[in-house]
């Protein structure tokens, strides 16, 4: 079936809000567990700080999946993969929901991640096997949306989940979604890579055509853009209760709160972005996007000690609203051309996103500076390093 006749008959509702779903999964079990983490610190005891492993093995684990996942579909198709990934994923919710030790909750988070890592690099594979063009970057804006939205809103799940029901119910929730996922997917969706299309990898061509992608400037340079924005997006995740909880004084309500009020943000720019994209060229919107994120950093830098509040709601809005415009056309730009390929090509671009994730978040705790400083440079050089990508890139 050609690629226009497949957009055609697949792009309704129900399958773009599968692919979302599919890539927010992993996302929603990342963050959902923050607001417990002073129950889970009493319950093991231990600091909440050692609680940070749970975050760090979720996100390693997370890139590693993706870049084995990838090019099995290539090779043996998308749908028992995806059925396969959420299977395991169940079974991390499940040791994590019954772990009465730091040591078993890292196991059970590193297995989750595994599980969730073959739904979200394979929601993109399938988008890609489905749409072109403009079709794929509305399909690929849902996702994203979905994905940021989803860390956005689950601190604010988990704190009301953990307040009523405890810490374990938030591994319950996550297992019994991924599990009405699955059935969505087996009764919704086939096989979106047929067999005439699929590639036999060996781990030698698998290994080369790896590297041959991350020398090949059509995907390399609009990944590792839409990678170093997912740092500054996580460096955000991770140094915001620091400085709305410890330097403004702000409640835990009052960040899970804003914590989803963000989510409309990234919500209305991926929104426009394909519409943005119809009327001009891809690339240009996702550099004007660049440029927007840079200043919100650059906003976030006046302030290098405690920032005002309306200050803090500017800076972040205004890189939230830029990032929101490059990470599905960026995405959609490192897919086109390699539709042969795009288990693999989704593989890798989901490692550059979750390593880079992994490095914001470390360094907004690590580096010495304040905590506003910290976040605003990471914000701007992140956002800089995407704009000096983006210019010389042609699709």
Request: charged share 10%; with cysteine.
């Amino acid at each position: 079936m050609a690629a226009a006749t497949v957009s055609e008959s697949k792009s309704t509702g129900g399958v773009l809000t599968l692919l979302a779903c599919l890539g927010a999964i992993g996302m929603l079990a990342t963050n959902i567990i923050l607001p417990t983490f002073p129950a889970l610190a009493a319950a093991f005891g231990i600091s909440s700080r050692d609680l940070s492993l749970t975050l760090s093995s979720f996100f390693m684990a997370f890139a590693a999946g993706q870049v084995v996942v990838g090019p099995l579909s290539d090779r043996f198709g998308r749908r028992q993969l995806v059925l396969g990934g959420l299977i395991v994923f169940i079974l991390g919710c499940t040791i994590c929901a019954s772990a009465d030790s730091l040591g078993t909750l890292i196991a059970g988070r590193i297995i989750q991640a595994l599980g969730a890592s073959a739904a979200s690099v394979l929601s993109r594979a399938i988008a890609r096997d489905l749409f072109e063009g403009e079709p794929l970057a509305r399909a690929l804006s849902l996702t994203m949306i979905a994905m940021a939205a989803a860390p956005g809103f689950s601190p604010l799940l988990g704190s009301a989940l953990g307040a009523i029901f405890g810490w374990r119910s938030t591994f319950i929730l996550v297992g019994v979604l991924g599990g009405v996922l699955g059935l969505y997917y087996l009764a919704r969706m086939g096989e979106t890579h047929p067999s005439d299309r699929r590639a036999a990898h060996s781990v030698r061509t698998v290994a080369s055509a790896y590297v041959n992608l991350a020398v090949d400037v059509k995907f390399i340079r609009p990944g590792l853009a839409v990678g170093f924005l997912a740092g500054g997006l996580f460096a955000f995740f991770g140094v915001t209760p620091t400085i709305l909880i410890d330097v403004l004084g702000l409640s835990p309500l009052d960040l899970a709160l804003f914590f989803a009020g963000t989510v409309f943000v990234v919500f209305g720019a991926g929104l426009l972005a394909p519409r943005l994209a119809r009327r001009w060229d891809a690339r240009k919107v996702a550099v004007a996007g660049t440029i927007i994120a840079i200043a919100g950093g650059a906003i976030l830098l006046t302030e290098t000690a405690a920032p005002s509040f309306t200050l803090f709601v500017v800076s972040i809005t205004t890189f939230l609203f830029g990032m929101g415009l490059v990470s599905p056309l960026g995405t959609a730009i490192a897919l086109q051309p390699f539709g042969q390929q795009a288990g693999l090509a989704s593989a890798l671009l989901g490692f550059l996103q979750m390593a880079c994730a992994a490095i914001g978040t470390a360094l907004g705790t690590a580096l010495p500076f304040p905590p506003t400083m910290a976040l605003g440079g990471l914000l701007f050089g992140g956002s800089f390093l995407a704009f000096l990508l983006f210019p010389n890139h042609r699709s």
